[in-house]
């Protein structure tokens, strides 16, 4: 390709409408040029002063940060690229490479001023351009930070809830093999032949090891030796298996005492007695870590939905604050957990209620807590804590760290969509962004304080709903 005409220039769709006359004026003011392959037609904090128009090849685009390469996307012919008229762009925030050898079309941005007097229909597709492409690529990088809030959620979910889950495996596997056992001993028990006033005792002995439940007053050393005078004196009465009734027993406060105690008062073998207590109290050891393990996956459970507020239409509604925040702090257990963070809450007890969107809300105290836990990575003493009280007619939350701080310049930009320090794969640096949108939606406002060893968001919500607790 050796010039550029209006007929050439019409490669690119929206210019189909654009009069000849414009597009003779445009191929006129800029110029021509060939890349090789692998050459870059653009670099990061480069200036941004050109206008380009892909005519044949390829160029593609990427994001680095720390080290780390994200390809964002292809140019193909008919593509613009560069600096656009009313953009507020001054420097390249990516790298454009050639793939493969590439003609463009350049125009230098000080021709914009006479593009934008002289040439309606041309200004009018270049605008057009410029707002599809801010909204695609805003929508693309809200979509990725969307996906790695919930990666980090998942993660954290899929870790609660596979510790519960398993239990109950393991506890329904046991109580399987338990309950095989169970038609033995019931036959033992019927051979005895107890009297009603005998099994009575018996049942009511039972019943109140059973309401106690296991005993937690007993170290190590002790509880070891209570089992093992028990299951000698359960051997030397002709049970088979005196350590493991002995061990069921003696966990739930039937030591030697009160199995002479039942001695007595059936006046037989002790053994079917003693085999079907432990049996009773084995199997309700069982069901309690059925329940206990189902009871957190419940509690998993409730906490999404009221972080979700899935059963709810996205509309503002008097909202406790602090029910969302420990939904919050729920779904980033594990990572708190893992980090060895300690979190310290203080929240006035009248703390009123607030007219938001729930939902919403949630992901403004899902980005500062997960931005606070991971501020505090390498710090010696790990603590969040967590407050809130009512300010005027706003009410105001505050999370704060214990991390290194912020420094100066970044505390600055802090705010800015696109901008973050972390690795490519952490952060697209939508997340502080969509916070203050999200405030501000609401008439709130957000304000970042921070020196070493100590960063503060406060957050203040108007709203309050009156003759809330």
């Not at 290194?404 to 502080?432: C, N």
Request: aromatic residues 6%; charged residues 25%; proline residues 5%.
């Amino acid at each position: 390709m050796t010039s550029v005409t209006p007929a050439t220039l019409r490669i690119v769709p929206e210019f189909a409408d654009v009069p000849d006359h414009q597009l003779e004026w445009l191929s006129q003011h800029g110029e021509l040029r060939r890349l090789k392959p692998d050459e870059f037609l653009f670099q990061r904090d480069e200036p941004s002063d050109y206008l380009y128009i892909l005519l044949s090849g390829g160029v593609e685009i990427t994001f680095r940060q720390q080290d780390q390469v994200r390809r964002i996307s292809t140019l193909v012919p008919g593509n613009v690229s560069g600096v656009l008229p009313f953009s507020r762009m001054t420097h390249a925030q990516g790298f454009g490479q050639a793939v493969g050898e590439t003609d463009i079309f350049a125009l230098h941005r000080e021709h914009f001023p006479s593009l934008i007097r002289e040439h309606f229909e041309l200004i009018r597709s270049l605008v057009h351009l410029m707002t599809t492409r801010v909204r695609d690529f805003t929508a693309q990088q809200q979509q990725n930070e969307k996906l790695m809030a919930l990666g980090k959620l998942s993660a954290g979910l899929a870790h609660e809830l596979n510790n519960p889950a398993s239990a109950i495996v393991r506890s329904a596997t046991a109580l399987s093999e338990h309950l095989v056992a169970q038609p033995e001993r019931f036959k033992r028990i019927l051979q005895i032949r107890l009297s009603d006033a005998q099994v009575d005792a018996v049942t009511a002995l039972l019943f109140e090891k059973l309401k106690a439940g296991p005993r937690t007053d007993l170290s190590l050393m002790q509880k070891s030796a209570a089992e093992d005078e028990l299951a000698e004196f359960l051997e030397d009465g002709g049970m088979a298996d005196a350590y493991a009734s002995a061990e069921s027993l003696v966990e739930y406060g039937m030591g030697l005492s009160e199995l002479k105690q039942v001695a007595d008062t059936v006046g037989v073998d002790l053994s079917p007695v003693a085999g079907w207590l432990a049996g009773v109290i084995s199997t309700d050891k069982l069901v309690g870590e059925i329940k206990d393990a189902s009871g957190r996956i419940a509690g998993l459970v409730k906490a999404v939905k009221g972080y979700t507020h899935m059963d709810q239409a996205p509309e503002a509604e008097a909202t406790d604050l602090i029910t969302g925040i420990r939904s919050t702090l729920t779904m980033l257990q594990h990572k708190s957990r893992q980090s060895q963070v300690a979190i310290e809450e203080h929240f006035a007890p009248d703390l009123p209620k607030v007219s938001v969107i729930v939902g919403e809300i949630n992901q403004v105290w899902t980005n500062l807590i997960d931005n606070a836990l991971d501020a505090m990575a390498g710090a010696p003493n790990k603590v969040l804590r967590l407050s809130g009280q009512r300010d005027g007619d706003c009410v105001l939350i505050t999370i704060q760290d214990s991390g290194s701080g912020i420094p100066a310049d970044v505390k600055a930009r802090i705010f800015e969509p696109f901008f973050t320090t972390k690795p490519m794969d952490q952060g697209t640096g939508l997340g502080l962004d969509v916070v203050r949108r999200i405030v501000l939606r609401h008439g709130g406002s957000i304000e970042v304080d921070s020196e070493p060893g100590r960063t503060v968001f406060s957050v203040w919500l108007p709203g309050v709903v009156k003759n809330s607790p």
